[in-house]
């Protein structure tokens, strides 16, 4: 593999995604892909599919097909007690961080690529990629939009049909397009009631 066109893709710099050691790689991640959607309900080849898709697995993650991601999670890193609802698509060209305890809903995209506003370099086909970390606690709810270089802090909830392209603080309620804190999370709604 050309190791200088992996690291451009993690500097935030633009780079050429149709780079043959990109294409390459990324085509043999997407037949495992592939593999793990067609699966029906066998638990252990479930768990052994997730453990060669991604970067990191907790205990106790649960993924419901079909799934996408560009580089079938070769890049992504997902705590304990995860839940992923179905039609989740990760463009996962730089790192995604998934902490503990976090339930992402149906029809849910996280992106960490996007191109540049200069059309030259949109024509040359270029990208740049920024990384997304969401915290421990946090639930993403329907139709969720999560932009590159974004940051969801623990214990906060995203609501349905929101795009989120700026950093949300932990324990709060957002939601929106773009996403805006709406208020804190209070203690009664982080005690379950």
């Keep these: 593999m050309d190791q200088d066109i992996w690291q451009l893709m993690d500097s935030g710099m633009l780079y050429d995604p149709a780079a043959p050691a990109l294409k390459e790689v990324q085509q043999s991640r997407l037949a495992l892909l592939n593999e793990f959607n067609k699966l029906g309900g066998n638990p252990s080849k479930r768990e052994e599919l997730q453990q060669r898709l991604f970067?990191?697995?907790?205990?106790?993650?649960?993924?419901?097909?079909?799934?996408?991601?560009?580089?079938a999670g070769m890049k992504v890193?997902?705590?304990?007690?995860v839940y992923i609802n179905f039609l989740c698509c990760l463009v996962d060209?730089?790192?995604?961080?998934?902490?503990?305890?976090?339930?992402?809903?149906?029809?849910?995209?996280?992106?960490?690529?996007?191109?540049?506003?200069?059309?030259?370099?949109?024509?040359?086909?270029?990208?740049?990629?920024k990384p997304?970390?969401?915290?421990?606690?946090?639930?993403?709810?329907a139709d969720v939009f999560i932009g590159p270089g974004v940051s969801i802090g623990s214990g906060s909830v995203i609501g349905a049909g929101s795009t989120v392209l700026s950093d949300i603080p932990a324990g709060v309620l957002?939601?929106?397009t773009p996403a805006v804190v709406i208020r804190p999370v209070s203690p009664e709604e982080r005690k379950g009631c």
Excluded at 55 to 70: D, H, L, Q, R, T
Excluded at 77 to 81: E, R, V, Y
Excluded at 110 to 124: G, M, Q, V, W, Y
Excluded at 132 to 141: Q, Y
């Design 55 to 71: 970067a990191n697995v907790g205990k106790s993650v649960y993924i419901e097909p079909p799934f996408y991601a560009n580089w």
């Design 77 to 81: 890193s997902l705590g304990n007690n």
């Design 93 to 129: 060209d730089a790192p995604i961080a998934i902490g503990n305890d976090v339930m992402i809903g149906p029809r849910v995209t996280i992106c960490t690529a996007s191109h540049p506003l200069d059309a030259e370099n949109r024509r040359k086909g270029l990208q740049y990629n």
């Design 132 to 141: 997304v970390i969401i915290g421990d606690d946090v639930w993403i709810a």
């Design 174 to 176: 957002a939601y929106g």
